[in-house]
């Protein structure tokens, strides 16, 4: 089964229309959209591989609005200056794995046939109620509770969990997961590290994506 791409789009706050930067010894007052327009380029340049520039446009977009969030975090801190050569690059990758630590989850679960199974938190966002394939919601509160994330997860169906999981070990014969899956037990597995949005496009997936737009997210 092929796995959706979940597109991060990011809600911009309010900014600035000018930011303060920092270029060698030198200050000056930079339009903010330049500015993020400039951050991104420089990010990608310094982070995607020769494959990755096939789909530049693409990445470009998606690191675009990262950048922004970025951006608007240092507005919210009341710092309205980057050193547009220094160690942004590094600060924004601490940002951005933060943020994306409530995602870096799996939740492992077993039956009485003795067969485990894992499902990744991204995956179970995709059958929220208010999901948007254009955005991750990152208000969601069951990511950051586990009473109601476990309490929301028995109450899906195995068939749409069956979906998006996958399968670790399967001893037979299989019972009734439909029966089961409720009150089965659960636990959550924290992944070692975070991941950086490139991960989500491989070569692969993003010729993928531009041979068949009607698969591109919205």
Not at 3 to 11: A, E, F, G, N, P
Not at 30 to 47: A, G, R
Request: charge should be negative; charged fraction near 35%.
């Amino acid at each position: 089964m092929k796995r959706k791409i979940l597109q991060v789009t990011l809600v911009k706050s309010k900014l600035p229309d000018y930011f303060k930067v920092k270029i060698g010894n030198a200050e000056y007052e930079l339009d903010t959209e330049t500015l993020i327009s400039s951050l991104s380029h420089q990010y990608l340049s310094k982070n995607s591989n020769q494959n990755s520039f096939e789909s530049y446009d693409i990445l470009y977009s998606l690191i675009k609005e990262e950048i922004t969030e970025y951006i608007s975090e240092i507005v919210k801190d009341k710092d309205n200056f980057i050193d547009l050569f220094g160690n942004w690059n590094e600060d924004f990758r601490l940002f951005h794995n933060k943020k994306n630590e409530p995602l870096c989850r799996d939740i492992n679960f077993n039956f009485s046939d003795g067969s485990k199974w894992c499902v990744k938190i991204l995956d179970l966002l995709t059958l929220r109620e208010d999901f948007d394939a254009s955005k991750i919601n990152y208000d969601d509160p069951i990511l950051y509770n586990e009473e109601l994330l476990f309490e929301w997860l028995s109450e899906l169906k195995w068939d749409d969990v069956f979906e998006i999981a996958e399968e670790i070990e399967r001893p037979q014969p299989a019972p009734d997961y439909e029966t089961e899956w409720a009150l089965c037990n659960k636990d959550i597995v924290y992944w070692e590290k975070s991941f950086n949005i490139l991960d989500f496009f491989e070569p692969d997936d993003i010729i993928g994506l531009e041979e068949a737009p009607d698969d591109k997210p919205v």
